[in-house]
């Protein structure tokens, strides 16, 4: 399963692919989106699908599927709507490699992530021996309660009866659970689906896993070594701030606000709410950072977090 949007991500799709190849297995490679020439000719199966369902925040309220993040601070409180929840876009992907798979009459599917480098032979093996006897191999999360989505072998009849029905977000949404690992966990012991859990931990020098960590979705950019998040967020009291927290400074930045030919300028350092009138948001503004590909554009129907002042000596007036 690949979503490879840039050079880095088409690199890892690569390497994903030709390591699996090199162990003789048949491969899919699902994807929204076009994958460079080599990837095409060298999986024995592709799927391109234009359809990507991703539930955005503005839909959380009226179709559910939210996923939210916080943080409570002695200075401030922060509650964000994720930006988008994935879960059903990657389930879609797992279906119509499995889909493939059942018309082409194998019995076994391994599903990974195009970050997740398999170096180790003997992890696909090793599942497959379990398939012998369950419908299912996962890898554990944090323990025994939690699973990885990122990598997992089924078998082909079981995945397509057991999760076939989800189509649609409204499907995805029925069951209350956003987190698509809880929700696929939650299925497996909802229809009794036999399965085994190894300990993630097996998978350490074997695996190379999650070389991707989508953080945007989360308000955190990466910005040349540094950690920055950036969230527009609002009061009860309906006061607007765009909270800059550098979590991790190595590099001197700066925090580059233009609105309606006035420019702003402030160093990205430690936490700070930089206050924003109303007609900001009204109208529109861009943050910029002078380091780092980060160039934001807000206002109002921009994803708004809530947030709650608790020390005014981290706000920033701009003046």
């Known amino acids: 399963m690949t979503h490879a949007t840039n050079e880095e991500k088409k690199l890892l799709l690569k390497r994903c692919l030709m390591t699996i190849k090199s162990y003789g297995y048949d491969t899919v490679v699902c994807s929204h989106v076009n994958v460079p020439t080599e990837v095409f000719e060298e999986s024995d199966y592709f799927v391109s699908s234009k359809l990507n369902p991703i539930i955005t925040h503005d839909e959380y309220e009226t179709i559910g599927g939210g996923i939210y993040y916080w943080q409570d601070y002695s200075q401030y409180y922060l509650n964000k709507k994720v930006d988008f929840n994935h879960g059903l876009t990657h389930l879609r992907l797992m279906l119509q490699a499995a889909a493939i798979a059942a018309q082409e009459g194998y019995d076994v599917i391994h599903l990974v992530n195009y970050d997740y480098i398999v170096n180790d032979i003997s992890v696909l093996k090793d599942a497959a021996e379990t398939l012998e006897t369950k419908e299912a191999h996962f890898f554990s999360w944090h323990d025994q309660s939690s699973i990885i989505t990122g990598m997992m072998s089924f078998r082909v009849e079981s995945l397509l009866r057991n999760y076939g029905h989800i189509r649609e977000k409204k499907d995805y949404c029925a069951y209350g659970i956003s987190i698509f690992e809880d929700?696929?966990?939650?299925?497996?012991?909802?229809?009794?689906?036999?399965?085994?859990?190894?300990?993630?931990?097996?998978?350490?020098?074997?695996?190379?896993?999650?070389?991707?960590?989508?953080?945007?979705?989360?308000?955190?950019?990466?910005?040349?070594?540094?950690?920055?998040?950036?969230?527009?967020?609002?009061?009860?009291?309906?006061?607007?701030?765009?909270?800059?927290?550098?979590?991790?400074?190595?590099?001197?930045?700066?925090?580059?606000?233009?609105?309606r030919g006035r420019y702003y300028s402030i160093k990205a350092v430690g936490t700070q709410l930089i206050e924003l009138s109303f007609d900001m948001i009204e109208h529109g503004f861009t943050a910029t950072l002078s380091k780092g590909q980060v160039n934001l554009k807000i206002?109002?129907?921009?994803?708004?977090?809530?947030?709650?002042?608790?020390?005014?000596?981290?706000?920033?007036k701009l003046i």
């Open 299 to 316: 206002d109002s129907k921009s994803n708004i977090s809530h947030c709650v002042v608790k020390d005014t000596s981290v706000v920033t």
């Open 183 to 259: 929700l696929f966990l939650h299925i497996v012991r909802l229809n009794g689906i036999t399965h085994h859990i190894e300990e993630r931990s097996k998978l350490n020098g074997r695996v190379e896993q999650d070389l991707i960590n989508v953080t945007d979705a989360y308000g955190l950019y990466d910005c040349e070594g540094s950690k920055i998040r950036i969230v527009p967020c609002r009061t009860e009291s309906d006061q607007h701030y765009l909270l800059m927290a550098v979590e991790q400074e190595l590099n001197e930045n700066y925090l580059n606000i233009y609105y």
